[in-house]
């Protein structure tokens, strides 16, 4: 299973960004999908996820700013970043957690998108 990312770059502070996160690759159904992100010197946090279902999960301090969705007939997952800051700053890295011939619950990682918030 791959996940790729698209969808980052460089934005001004209050600027916005729209990222997305391509799932493929032999796999029956895809369950959680989520957002993490890593900034220079810290680890790795939750964004925020989302379950097939459509359950949200959301980082404090990106409620109401940021907003996660899903299309399950494409496999993806996007994050939609409004009133971007400086803290916002990091690379960011889908999620997955999959059910595929492997076994269930296996979580995938991709490489990674870097946003900038700069001015």
């Known amino acids: 299973v791959q996940l790729v990312e698209s969808g980052g770059g460089l934005v001004q502070p209050g600027g916005s960004l729209r990222l997305s996160c391509v799932a493929s690759?032999?796999?029956?159904?895809?369950?959680?999908m989520g957002w993490y992100r890593q900034a220079p010197g810290k680890e790795r946090e939750l964004v925020a996820s989302?379950?097939?279902?459509?359950?949200?999960n959301y980082a404090g301090s990106v409620k109401g700013r940021f907003t996660i969705s899903r299309d399950n007939t494409r496999n993806t997952v996007y994050l939609q970043m409004n009133s971007l800051n400086s803290e916002d700053t990091a690379i960011y890295y889908c999620?997955?957690?999959?059910?595929?011939?492997?076994?269930?619950?296996?979580?995938?990682w991709g490489k990674g998108t870097p946003v900038t918030v700069s001015s």
């Open positions: 999620d997955a957690d999959v059910d595929e011939p492997r076994g269930y619950g296996i979580a995938y």
């Open positions: 690759g032999n796999f029956f159904t895809i369950n959680t």
């Open positions: 989302i379950t097939r279902g459509g359950r949200l």
